[in-house]
């Protein structure tokens, strides 16, 4: 290599790329996979990751964009609480689609062992790995306090911006001569020759994030799928304070929407409330597994509990194929959203892997009539 395709590659490996998405067959935006490997009642972790793995090799069949997990802790019906761990797996059984952190919560951990992990990540599927970051803990105070062994943890969210410098310089082995880090190494990285690394998003459900991500010229998800009133706030304040960098000349945002399909819009709604039973059981501190189709129907809803349900339903894109595509279209209008990442997080792992089949068929994307996956466990 000569000194002008050395430059080239430094460069690439500074300017990550894989950030904007393509889209297929009808649909306006690119479209993605936002994986909470859900646990339901009745059913286990193994169950659930196996479903993870059906859905990214249909997302992948399919053309979906992505496929992220998501960092929670301490929830008996989410099993993503080791994102690098899971995304290891879902690499090693697939081939292109792009996989990432929707996200990891950076307060969590040393920024060092984050830029470890997905170092490694990026070494086992190169140019597929996407670092979604969020300052958030993922969990209630008390399981935040044991993962950051400290109960202060709103200086945890308040160093974010500290904590996010300090990781981009262990990625990209970039600590000026001097500072106390300049010889520590994250491995796999740079230290070993040219390479590329992970683009990093920032993802929020406020305007901390969109300004942050704006001020760093870096692309931005938004969780519309429980904080719908700010979404075209923060989306606004991102696209008005966006600064370019080297990693985007414009904008970038995705936003995640809840989304479930099936053949019946009955069958839908029922699988709907699981997940706003669940949510109302997580907010009022008693969490556990997706409830049942059965037992959430059966629930005594209080009033206020049945608010609460109804407005998370509200939320939640659920029907007939065609009725979830125009809800999907009009979210997509109403948002200017540059990418839709849908996350289903209901009892079935069936009806899960239905859904993405079947909003897939709605836009008319690539890859129909595959050979059906393994059930599974199988």
């Not at 993605?32 to 196996?50: C, N, R």
């Not at 429980?226 to 304070?241: G, I, K, Q």
């Not at 039973?277 to 501190?285: A, K, P």
């Amino acid at each position: 290599m000569d000194a002008a395709e050395a430059a080239e590659a430094a460069e690439a490996a500074e300017a990550p790329t894989g950030v904007r998405g393509t889209a297929h067959g009808a649909a306006p935006v690119p479209v993605s996979v936002l994986d909470l490997v859900t646990v339901g009642s009745g059913s286990t972790a193994s169950a659930a990751l196996a479903t993870s793995v059906r859905i990214a090799r249909l997302a992948e069949r399919r053309g979906y964009q992505r496929h992220w997990v998501a960092e929670h802790h301490s929830m008996p019906g989410v099993a993503s609480s080791s994102p690098a761990v899971i995304l290891a797996h879902l690499a090693a059984h697939t081939d292109h689609i792009r996989l990432g952190s929707g996200g990891v919560m950076l307060p969590n951990h040393a920024p060092l062992v984050i830029a470890e992990q997905f170092g490694t990540l990026e070494a086992l599927a190169p140019g597929r790995i996407d670092l979604g970051l969020g300052r958030a803990p993922g969990t209630d105070g008390a399981t935040a306090a044991a993962l950051r062994r400290t109960d202060r943890l709103a200086e945890g969210a308040d160093e974010f911006p500290q904590q996010l410098s300090e990781l981009t310089r262990f990625l990209d082995d970039g600590f000026p001569d001097g500072h106390p880090y300049s010889r520590v190494h994250a491995v796999p990285g740079p230290v070993q020759g040219p390479s590329a690394r992970p683009p990093v998003w920032l993802l929020g459900s406020s305007g901390f994030s969109a300004r942050l991500a704006a001020a760093l010229g870096l692309p931005f998800a938004f969780a519309h799928h429980f904080s719908a009133r700010n979404t075209v706030p923060a989306l606004d304040l991102y696209r008005e304070t966006f600064r370019p960098s080297a990693v985007l000349d414009a904008p970038y945002a995705l936003i995640g929407v809840s989304a479930l399909a099936a053949e019946d819009a009955r069958q839908a709604r029922r699988q709907a409330l699981t997940g706003a039973l669940s949510m109302l059981r997580l907010r009022s501190g008693r969490p556990g597994l997706i409830p049942t189709p059965e037992e959430a129907e059966a629930y005594p809803f209080t009033p206020p509990e049945r608010e609460f349900a109804d407005g998370w339903l509200a939320n939640v894109v659920h029907g007939t194929p065609d009725a979830v595509r125009a809800g999907l279209d009009d979210l997509q209008k109403r948002t200017g959203a540059d990418e839709l990442m849908i996350t289903a997080n209901v009892h079935g792992g069936e009806e899960r892997v239905r859904s993405y089949e079947l909003i897939a068929d709605a836009y008319g994307l690539p890859g129909a009539g595959g050979l059906p996956e393994a059930a599974p466990g199988r």
